[in-house]
């Protein structure tokens, strides 16, 4: 079975400051892991993904992540946060090892991130 | 393109009324998803479609829930009898195929808020 976690329900961080939102997850075979952010009223939309190849991915935004295997983390980074950032992000994970024709995403709870001016 | 589109924004009925909820996926995507949005569960997958045809509907909650795809521009998702358990945010979301796969980078609705009195 696939699963995901995010130990923060809300990360505060302040505006021009790193940020990192944490994602660790499960899975029996290969991960494909992503990020989505949701703005308030909004649905969700795709920030990033890691399939395989470099541990680093970039993304929309500005947002990067970087997978660890080792760890089963995959959080993810802004090197400098904007007061606009201030949203809901998930991460979800799909198992490489799920049946075939199950393409089921697992997300988190979210993780609420408040950029402070 | 623009985007997914659900129907309507937002729903308040009374216990027992049946409710139906409306979804048009981005034009050319082979795969439709439904999921329920709460603070208590997160976002959790109801069901989803592979051209039409309900593929995995194992996250329907009860037969109270069901849903249809038509064709290729339309899906329903109904509840009947409605519960006020059943109050959340419905999503929609379409992805395109790859080599027979979604993408995986689901595009979502605005989603649906559902308020059960």
């Known amino acids: 079975a696939q699963s995901v976690a995010q130990p923060e329900d809300q990360v505060n961080v302040a505006e021009g400051n790193p940020l990192t939102v944490k994602c660790t997850y499960s899975?029996?075979?290969?991960?494909?892991l992503f990020w989505y952010v949701q703005y308030p009223n909004r649905g969700l939309q795709f920030l990033l993904k890691?399939?395989?190849?470099?541990?680093l991915v970039k993304g929309s935004y500005g947002f990067e992540a970087e997978f660890n295997k080792s760890q089963t983390s995959f959080h993810l980074k802004k090197p400098s946060a904007l007061v606009s950032d201030s949203a809901l992000y998930f991460c979800a994970v799909r198992d490489s090892n799920s049946g075939a024709g199950s393409y089921q995403l697992t997300f988190g709870k979210g993780t609420k991130l408040s950029v402070i001016p | 393109d623009a985007g997914v589109i659900q129907s309507p924004r937002h729903e308040v009925t009374e216990m027992g009324q049946e409710v139906t909820l409306r979804c048009k996926p981005i034009s050319g995507h082979d795969y439709l998803f439904w999921y329920r949005q709460t603070m208590m569960r997160g976002l959790e997958l109801l069901i989803y479609?592979?051209?039409?045809?309900?593929?995995?509907d194992s996250g329907m909650p009860e037969d109270r829930f069901s849903a249809k795809m038509p064709n290729a521009s339309f899906s329903t998702l109904k509840i009947q009898p409605s519960e006020p358990r059943d109050s959340a945010v419905y999503f929609c979301?379409?992805?395109?195929?790859?080599?027979?796969?979604?993408?995986?980078?689901?595009?979502f609705g605005p989603g649906t808020r559902l308020t059960v009195l």
């Open positions: 890691y399939i395989t190849g470099d541990n």
């Open positions: 899975v029996s075979g290969n991960p494909y």
């Open positions: 979301a379409s992805s395109p195929a790859v080599a027979g796969a979604p993408l995986n980078e689901q595009f």
């Open positions: 479609f592979n051209n039409n045809v309900p593929i995995d």
